[in-house]
C-alpha cells in the first residue's frame, strides 16, 4: 500500500522527521514516522493542515498543542484538528517513532478533539496495523485495521482534571508528572521510587499520589506499561533474545517479564514476537 501515498502529505504538516506512507484509503493516509531532532528548547511551530491521530510507539518527548504542554510517550495519542498549533522539544534525545493518521473533511470520523491515553487494547491494534502494512495488505483489511484502531481511541479518553484543583495547580502537578516521566524513560525504566522523586524535586509519598491523579494509574502501573511498550518496540525491529529484553528494561528476569506481559496484553512474548513484527 505503501506505493500509493505520497511522504510529502505528512512532511511540513507535522513537524520534521523521516519515514513514509504504509497505506492510503479515499481520504485517508497512514504515515510511519521517526524524529532524531533532541535538545530541551521548544522548536518552530507548525500549523497541522488534516485532522489526524499521532500515537507514539516508542521514546518520549514534550509536545504543546494550541499553547497546552504534554509530555507524550508510547501511551500517549493526539487527536488534531486542521488549524492546530503543534511545537516539540526533546529533552532525553531524539529517534521517537510514532504512527500519524491522516484524514480529509468528507471522511467522518468521530474522535474527541485533544490528548488520549492509548490503553492495552489500544496500543496492540496500533502496533499490530503497523506490522500489518509492512508485512502488506491489501485495502480491505487496511480499512478493518484502521477503523478497529479508532474505534478502540475513540472509546477511551484522558483522565478528567478533579473538580477541587485550580487550574495552575493541575498544570503544575502535569509538569511534575512529564518530569517524572522524563526520567523513567530516560534512565531505562530502571530508576527506583526514591531516586526518581529526588530527581524531580518531590517526595515519594507526594509524586505517587500526584502521578495517580494525573494519570489515572500508579506508578508501577504505568512503568510497567511503558517497559512492556519498548519491550514490544524491540520485538518489532527483530529483537530475538527476551531474556536481554528482560535485563535491559528492569524486569527481574524473563519469566517477570512474560508474568508483566501476560497481566497487560493476555498474551505471551512469544505471541507478541508474531504479532509486531513486520515479517
Excluded at 500509493?4 to 513514509?20: L, T, V
Excluded at 528476569?253 to 512469544?270: A, E, K, N
Aim: hydrophobic share 40%; net charge negative.
Amino acid at each position: 500500500m505503501a506505493d500509493d501515498c505520497d511522504d510529502e502529505g505528512w512532511r511540513g504538516s507535522s513537524g520534521p522527521g523521516e519515514g513514509h506512507c504504509l497505506g492510503v484509503l479515499p481520504g485517508l493516509r497512514l504515515f510511519d514516522m521517526t524524529c532524531h531532532l533532541s535538545g530541551r528548547h521548544y522548536g518552530g511551530t507548525a500549523y497541522l493542515p488534516a485532522y489526524q491521530v499521532i500515537l507514539g510507539r516508542s521514546g518520549g518527548y514534550l509536545r504543546q498543542v494550541n499553547g497546552v504542554e504534554t509530555f507524550a510517550d508510547a501511551t500517549s495519542c493526539l487527536v488534531a484538528r486542521p488549524g492546530d498549533e503543534l511545537r516539540v522539544a526533546h529533552p532525553i534525545g531524539g529517534g521517537d517513532t510514532f504512527t500519524a493518521v491522516q484524514w480529509d473533511d468528507e471522511v467522518e470520523l468521530e474522535l474527541p478533539h485533544g490528548e488520549l491515553t492509548v490503553g492495552d487494547a489500544g496500543d496492540l491494534a496500533h502496533r499490530a496495523l503497523v506490522a500489518a502494512c509492512h508485512r502488506g495488505i491489501d485495502s480491505f483489511e487496511l480499512a478493518d485495521r484502521v477503523h478497529h484502531l479508532l474505534r478502540t481511541l475513540a472509546a477511551q479518553s484522558a483522565p478528567d482534571v478533579p473538580v477541587t484543583a485550580r487550574p495552575e495547580t493541575w498544570v503544575a502537578h502535569r509538569r511534575l508528572v512529564a518530569r517524572a516521566i522524563a526520567v523513567l524513560i530516560g534512565r531505562g525504566y530502571t530508576v527506583g521510587l526514591d531516586d526518581l522523586a529526588a530527581e524531580v524535586g518531590a517526595s515519594a509519598p507526594h509524586l505517587s499520589r500526584i502521578f495517580h491523579t494525573v494519570t489515572g494509574q500508579s506508578l508501577t502501573a504505568y512503568r510497567n506499561r511503558l517497559r512492556v511498550r519498548a519491550v514490544l518496540a524491540d520485538l518489532a525491529d527483530g529483537a530475538p533474545n527476551l531474556r536481554a529484553l528482560a535485563a535491559a528494561y528492569g524486569f527481574a528476569d524473563q519469566s517477570h517479564l512474560t508474568r508483566v506481559m501476560r497481566r497487560h496484553l493476555g498474551r505471551l512474548p512469544s505471541e507478541m514476537q508474531q504479532l509486531v513484527r513486520p515479517s
